[in-house]
């Protein structure tokens, strides 16, 4: 693949991340649920440390330095359980109590958006060689991570909702 390729695929990148981010940072908003915003706070990090891992990659790549993907491992955050066990039970009930809908929609949409960039990452890293590819797949698997902990809240509240007596 050569080197035009590579910075439009990272510009694609980018451009996602920071979609992500600015989601996150307006669902952070809505949700206004203590354990849920520290989650949140966190995915904003990770997906500010995202960014500028790719903007560190494109600025090597269009003035076509040698990518060292080691140089560039400290800037990006290693994924977290975002929730501890108390925090996730406690966010789960007061979705249950509060009956909070649009937070089924916030996870699902936010699993939607880290399933499609990790997919990305997974078949661009295929297509790339060396350093790219090496920095796609780091990519990939960081947001598998994110995908995870959103596809398992969507389920969760999904599930509770569709036992939820509607309409007294």
């Known amino acids: 693949m050569d080197n035009q390729n590579l910075i439009r695929i990272f510009e694609y990148a980018l451009n996602q991340e920071e979609t992500g981010k600015s989601f996150f940072e307006t669902s952070l908003q809505r949700l206004g649920v203590g354990a849920a915003t520290t989650a949140f706070k966190r995915l904003i990090e990770e997906e500010s440390r995202h960014i500028e891992f790719i903007d560190t990659i494109l600025a090597n790549l269009r003035s076509e330095e040698e ?92 599930e509770t909702y569709s036992k939820m007596p509607w309409g007294g």
């Open 67 to 158: 990518l060292n993907i080691a140089d560039l491992k400290p800037i990006v955050l290693e994924p977290t359980d975002y929730f501890d066990e108390r925090s996730r039970s406690e966010f789960l009930e007061r979705c249950i109590y509060e009956s909070m809908v649009p937070d089924v929609t916030v996870f699902n949409t936010a699993w939607l958006i880290e399933k499609d960039l990790s997919e990305f990452y997974e078949n661009m890293a295929k297509k790339a060689t060396g350093q790219p590819a090496e920095a796609l797949a780091m990519l990939a698997h960081w947001e598998k991570a994110h995908e995870r902990f959103f596809r398992e809240f969507r389920d969760q509240l999904t």
